[in-house]
């Protein structure tokens, strides 16, 4: 006898388009569970993130009231996890523990039941968290078959679970099998019938590890099709329901009835894709050729167990957007930990750290400008919750990055402004009455997945069934190739150039010669009276010394930087000034590279804000603008995305030059 223990996990981010979670809900969640009611010997655990459930409650009842039925007859167990879904090892432990709570008070209240199991987010695993998980009544917790078979394990010692500890804290650990998240629901039930009953276990009853999406059933591409109408599911449940050597069971019931097949201990690492997608691109690539070259060589079963993949932390190094996310909800989070007692703090607080927008794999996740706004929207709502407890701090130095350098914080009533000593750039320029960050940028970053898409090769399957969105391989037409371009700095604002054959194409490729090394320098930081003076000592074609100093001052509504530049450098020279900026809804008018002749004035207008973004010049300049567009795959292919404007202003000169910028959100 083989216990099937099935689990769903449903997840949408906070504040996600409403239009999306609706899908979700008709496609996949209420079809799933009204499937599920006809099928009472179905027993399964599920996990919803805690946003998710509230907005089912308010506004898909029927659905929200059979989710209570099923657990009041005792078909679904419940697992909780952190509330808004944060990568629990991201953030620090008393907001593990504040998440945590939040969603098993959620469940109690609503579906009578004390959660014992433990969804983690992404399944990213770091043993420094057993300690909290344990101490908030966590018994056990589900990764994937792959953090065991990455520390030593061989797959047939897998079919039910282990012990592992840290610091003498106790937890249980469930590993998913992979074969049965590939296999349901795409595969025919006979194959999934062959494997469930070709499972052999070294000790016990074995346990059928599966807790996977519940977007699989419906929402994926191709899904609803299998899974409803060609009655995928219904076929599933009807025969392993009453199967006389398959018995579904909650994990919990499993534990009870069943020893821990030993101890365990497990690297820090979540489910293989995920550490292909966290490494750089050109090991991306590098890893694909050797798990070919292992497949020519009839040894692909060793690219499991033997070659490992990056860290979930490494999307924090790879993008450095989603690190200053993720480091600004950390600053916000250490720094008032007295303020964690007022309510709409910390639930600011939390909900910014939802994960979905700190990374990017076949979701689109980072990509998606909307998430993006939501993050920093709660993070800017978390400021103003500080400032109602304690003066506002105008000027605050410090690396909040901490990334190796200092950043500037300039506060008022009505904006917060980011400075780093990198290149002197504007990284945050957050409005406090609209809650929105205009330097809310997205680079274009070279992708593992390029590669693929601009050199497709025939992936038609044989096998009976329906693919995966992890074995399909999107497709680019000619229009969105020509957009993969990439970028050699950070879109910041105020950043540096120095350009030889500068042109509106050369600009939007990135591809004109760069002859000074002062656009991802490190200047010199000191506050001198009311400016942030930044100064840099470098040279043209590393040959003639030359110097730049950039004043900043906050300005009521605005920011206001004087630029002094000198060389040695003989001949004329040209300088460039790059912003980027973020909108909602870029203006249509933007939506088209331009070029402008002779201006002092420069004027965007924000529908979405109902802001202007107004850049004055002590000068003459002439522009350059184009909109930042992003080629990212997701679910359900390849996505164009804009993330903004690029703007550059430039002047040609001799010797040196004197330029006073100011921008102002009117």
Known sequence: MVNLLFGVHCHQPVDNFYEVVDEAVDRAYRPFLEVSERFPNFKFSVHYSGWLLEYIKKNHGKTFNLLKKLTERSQVEFFTSGYYEPILSAIPSDDRRYQIEKMN???KENFGRRPHGLWLTERVWDPSIVKDLVEVGIEYVVVDDYHFVSSGF????????YLTENDGYVLKVFPIDKRLRYMIPFKPIEKLEDYLLGIKCVSGKPGAVIFDDGE??????????????????????GRFTTHRQVEFSHYGDYVKNNSPLGLAYLPITSYQEMGEWSLPPENFLLLEELRGELERMNKDHLFEKFVKGGIWKNFLVRYPEANRIHKRILELSLSHRDKKKYRDFLESLLKAQCNDVLWHGIFGGLYLPNLRDNAYRYIIKAE??????QPVKQVEIKDIYLDGSEQVKLTNQNLIAVLSQRGANL??????????????????YREGYHYKILNPQDTTSTSEGISTIHESVPTLNQDLKSLIVYDWHTKNSFVDHFPKDLSLDSFIQEDFTELSNFTTALFELQKVGKDISFTKKGSIKDVYTSNIVKNFRLLEKGIECSIKFNTEYPEELTYLLEFNFHFADLDEYFRIPREFESLRDFVIKDSYTHKNLVINFSREVKCLSYPLNTVSQSEKGVDMINQGLTVGFFLNFNLAFNLKVKLTVE
């Not at 061989?154 to 679970?161: R, S």
């Not at 990284?427 to 274009?444: A, P, V």
């Open 105 to 107: 008070l959620f469940i």
């Open 154 to 161: 061989n797959k047939e010692q897998l079919y039910g679970y």
């Open 216 to 237: 699989k059933f419906g929402v994926w591409p191709n899904t609803y099709d299998w899974v409803y109408n060609r009655r995928w599911l219904e076929e599933f449940l």
């Open 384 to 389: 103003k919750e500080v400032e109602k407890h």
């Open 427 to 444: 990284t945050e320029l957050s409005i406090k009455d609209g809650e929105f960050n205009f330097q809310n940028t997205l680079s274009r």
